[in-house]
């Protein structure tokens, strides 16, 4: 049975043919390279939002694979529309927790071609990741769920898409009796949050999450604990 994306070259050898749906990703490297990845993958298909460990991976680099500083690259990426709406998420990573310097470098996301640029993801400041979720639509087009300040730069681009309402999660069970619950709606730096639980009198700390706990979580997610 045919995967529903083809596997394409991290390399961008040749540019792409006019027809189609394809992503197009510009990265300059900063001055550590090799702390860069970035992964793209389905995040659900028709409705149905699937677990983290088993999203399908539609192109994906690894830590260690761009390794010249200050370099530019252009990655184009085909996609191939299902008859059902697909969710997608296009994650870039920095592993040294400071992101891409974009006093020397810089990265963009967009679906384009020659009439037009869609910006799905806008270089911006952040630590271990920053992403963006959008729709791939049965007819190829794209739209936006949500992005920092992504827009289009002609109005034939299609409308923004509202926030959907964040997926919850639960990180522990309740218990019988009385309990907390901890809400939290992550912004872009997931990794950055952790909680502890102090008795006051005593200072004893009844309860910690260590710091990047939450690592796997996305903006717009919500986590739950009790």
Known sequence: VPTLFPTASKAPSTVPSLGGTFLT?????????????????????????????????????????????????????????????????????????????????????????PEFQFVLLEPESFRYEISTDFVLKPDGSIALLDAPTASPTQSSAPSIQPTPSPTRTTDVEPSEGPYLELDILFDLHPADVFWTLTETETETELYATPPGVYSTYSQGNTASSY
Not at 41 to 54: F, T
């Open 25 to 113: 990703f510009e990265l300059k490297t900063d001055s550590f390279p090799t702390e860069t990845r970035y992964l793209l993958e389905v995040i659900s298909d028709s409705g149905r939002r699937l677990a983290h460990e088993g999203n399908e991976v539609v192109q994906e680099s690894q830590f260690g694979d761009f390794t010249v500083p200050m370099e530019s690259i252009t990655i184009f990426i085909p996609l191939v529309p299902s008859s059902i709406d697909t969710i997608l998420r296009f994650t870039l990573f920095d592993s040294g927790g400071d992101g891409i310097n974009l006093d020397v470098g810089f990265f963009l996301l967009s679906w384009s071609n």
